[in-house]
C-alpha cells in the first residue's frame, strides 16, 4: 500500500497532463510543440503519452529560410527558418555543414530543397528534409550543352525549377530556368533560357523546339520570370505576360531535347494609372483552387540605375514592395462576365481577370514555388500574399560580375489589401550566399 501513489498525487499529474494537452492544442507549429517537450523531463514524459493534437485540414504551411548572414562589424547569422505558425519568429535551421553556404533557388512539397552547394554555380542537389535531418538527396546537371554539334560542355546556374512529380517517382522530369556561360555572348548580357533534364542526368542538353520559326525565335529570346508544372503542363510565364506551354512531356535525344510548345498569348491589359509611373518586380504563377493565377508584385517607386564606387559597374535600384495584384487566367469566348468588350485579335486566347478580393486566400508567392492556401482550412486572420525578397533574380549568377551581385533580406513581408505591407517576416543584412526561400 506503501508504494501507491496517493489519490491526491494522482488526480495532480491527470491534471497536470490536462493542462500540457491544453496547451499544445494551442500551439499549431510543429518545431514548437518539439521545444516545448524539451523544457524538462517531466514535461518530456507526460507529453509523450499524450496523442498529439489532431494536424490541420490542410498540408503544412511553408517555411522561410533565412540563409547565412554577412552582420554588421564582420559578424553574421547563422541560417533559419521561420513560419507564419508561430508568429513569424525565427527557429534553428540545422543543415549539413557544407550546406551553410549554399544558394537556394527553389522547392518542392514535402520538403524537397534545390540548392547549390559551395558556390554560386557549383554541385546543385536536391535534398529532402526532415528538420534539418537530410533524408534523400539527389545530384542535379552542374553543365549545360550549348549545341548538338558543340561537345564542349559549359559551366551553367539554375536559377528557378521545379518537377513534374516527387523525384523518387520514375519517370520524373525536373524543369528550369538556367543562366548559362556569358563568355558566348555581348558584355553585360545575361544568358537565360528554359531547360529540362531528368533526375540523374549530368548535363542539360540543348532544346530541340517542335514549333513554327517564328514561336521560336519569340520563345528563344522571351526573358521568363516564373515557371509551375499544372495539369500535365509545365508552364513559363513571360514579361510580357503570355505562357510558354508544354502539355507533351520532353522527349529526351542524344543530341538534345524535343519540347513541344505552344504559346498562350494574352490580351495587353490594361495599366491603370499608379502602375504607369510604378515598377512591376516580379510576376509569378500560382495554382489556386484549381485555377491559374498571376500575381504581379509592385513597387509605388520608379527603378534607377545606380553606379558603383568604380564608375565602372551599374546595378538596379533595390525597391520596396508596396502591393500585388492578382489575376486569374480566363479564356475568350467562354461567356465570362467580365471578358473585354472589345474584339480581340486573333492571335490573343486568352486574358487575364484582376481579382478585386483574395477571398479567403492565403498565397506564398516563390520563382518555381509558389503555394496557395485556404484561411477556412485552420487559419483564420491570415489571409494575404506572402512574400520573400528576390529582386536580383535576373542578376547574372556565373561569370566575373556574379560574386560582386548582394543578396539582399530586407523586403520580405505579407501583403493584404486592406492592411497594405506588414513585414511580419524577419530581416537581415546581406546574404552570404543565396536568396531567401520556401519550402
Known amino acids: 500500500m506503501a508504494d ?6 494522482r488526480a495532480a499529474a491527470d491534471l497536470a497532463a490536462g493542462v500540457l494537452l491544453e496547451i499544445v492544442s494551442r500551439i499549431p507549429c510543429e518545431t514548437d510543440r518539439i521545444h516545448m ?3 524538462c523531463h517531466p514535461w518530456r514524459q507526460a507529453l509523450a503519452k499524450l496523442d498529439p493534437p489532431p494536424p ?10 533565412l540563409p547565412n548572414s554577412t552582420g554588421g562589424g564582420g559578424g553574421g547569422a547563422a541560417p ?9 519568429r525565427n527557429h534553428p535551421f540545422h543543415l549539413l555543414e557544407g550546406a551553410h553556404e549554399a544558394r537556394y533557388f527553389g522547392s518542392y512539397d514535402g520538403a524537397w530543397l534545390f540548392l547549390a552547394v559551395g558556390g554560386r554555380a557549383q554541385r546543385h542537389v536536391l535534398l529532402n528534409l526532415n528538420y534539418g535531418r537530410v533524408r534523400d538527396i539527389f545530384e542535379l546537371p552542374d553543365l549545360a550543352r550549348i549545341n548538338p554539334e558543340n561537345p564542349n560542355d559549359r559551366a551553367m546556374a539554375i536559377v528557378a525549377a521545379t518537377l513534374s512529380c516527387k523525384p523518387t517517382v520514375k519517370g520524373c522530369i525536373a524543369a528550369g530556368i538556367i543562366d548559362s556561360s556569358p563568355f558566348l555572348y555581348a558584355e553585360g548580357l545575361v544568358n537565360r533560357r528554359i531547360a529540362f533534364w531528368r533526375i540523374g542526368d549530368q548535363v542539360v542538353l540543348p532544346n530541340i523546339w517542335m514549333m513554327p520559326d517564328e514561336e521560336f525565335w519569340g520563345s528563344s529570346l522571351t ?5 509551375i508544372y499544372h ?7 513571360s514579361q510580357q505576360e503570355d505562357i510558354l506551354a508544354l502539355e507533351e512531356p520532353p522527349v529526351f535525344c542524344d543530341d538534345g531535347v524535343q519540347l513541344f510548345a505552344e504559346t498562350m ?6 495599366h491603370d494609372d499608379d502602375e504607369i509611373i510604378e515598377t512591376v518586380l516580379a510576376r509569378y504563377l500560382v495554382v489556386s483552387r484549381d485555377k491559374l493565377l498571376m500575381v504581379v508584385r509592385i513597387s509605388n517607386q520608379r527603378r534607377r540605375w545606380l553606379t558603383s564606387e568604380s564608375d565602372d559597374d551599374v546595378v538596379a535600384q533595390h525597391l520596396p514592395t508596396s502591393k500585388f495584384r492578382v489575376f486569374q487566367k480566363k479564356e475568350f469566348n467562354k461567356g465570362e462576365k467580365d471578358e473585354p468588350a472589345q474584339d480581340p485579335p486573333n492571335q490573343f486566347k486568352y486574358y487575364w481577370s484582376e481579382l478585386e478580393k483574395l477571398e479567403g486566400r492565403m498565397l506564398f508567392v516563390g520563382r518555381g514555388c509558389s503555394r496557395s492556401y485556404e484561411v477556412e482550412n485552420g487559419y483564420p486572420g491570415m489571409e494575404g500574399v506572402y512574400f520573400l525578397d528576390d529582386q536580383i533574380f535576373h542578376e547574372p549568377i ?3 560580375d556574379a560574386n560582386e551581385v548582394p543578396y539582399l533580406c530586407s523586403d520580405n513581408g505579407k501583403w493584404t489589401p486592406d492592411l497594405k505591407i506588414d513585414g511580419c517576416f524577419p530581416q537581415r543584412d546581406r546574404m552570404v550566399c543565396s536568396l531567401s526561400v520556401q519550402f
Open 231 to 237: 495539369k500535365g503542363a509545365f508552364l513559363f510565364l
Open 398 to 400: 556565373i561569370g566575373n
Open 37 to 39: 517537450s524539451r523544457v
Open 80 to 88: 533559419t527558418f521561420s513560419c507564419v505558425l508561430s508568429g513569424c
Open 4 to 9: 501507491q501513489p496517493r489519490p491526491r498525487r
Open 265 to 270: 498569348s494574352f490580351l495587353p491589359r490594361l
Open 56 to 65: 490541420p485540414p490542410a498540408r503544412p504551411l511553408p517555411w522561410l529560410v
Open 223 to 227: 526573358r521568363h520570370d516564373d515557371l
